[in-house]
């Protein structure tokens, strides 16, 4: 299993950036794809899933309204857009995967947002 994030850099609050992680080694479309953060000195947090299909998606209260989780099978990548971006939106963003018992994680993409 290989996930690779990319997109991530600097923006000002307000911006948008898209995220996007690129999946390998599995049938991405049968299976829940999700976005975590780690912002400094804090705890990785979830972000946001979609579900086999992309029928169902969820979000954390913190950025509910703001960002969207897409994926697109025929390129077995999943997105994320982000919208209205905050200070407190920088981190290393990272998506995952549980694949056979196990998590798997990309090596993440830094979004800093700053004036």
């Known amino acids: 299993v290989q996930l690779v994030e990319s997109g991530g850099g600097l923006v000002q609050p307000g911006g948008s950036l898209r995220l996007s992680c690129a999946a390998s080694g599995f049938t991405f479309s049968s299976y829940v794809m999700r976005w975590y953060r780690q912002a400094p000195g804090k705890e990785r947090e979830w972000v946001a899933h979609i579900n086999s299909g992309g029928r169902t998606t969820q979000y954390a209260d913190s950025v509910k309204g703001r960002f969207t989780i897409s994926r697109d099978d025929t390129k077995n990548t999943v997105y994320l857009q982000m919208d209205s971006l905050k200070f407190e939106d920088t981190a290393v963003y990272y998506c995952?995967?549980?694949?056979?018992?196990?998590?798997?994680w990309g090596k993440g993409t830094l979004v800093t947002v700053s004036s």
């Open positions: 995952n995967v549980f694949f056979t018992g196990e998590y798997y």
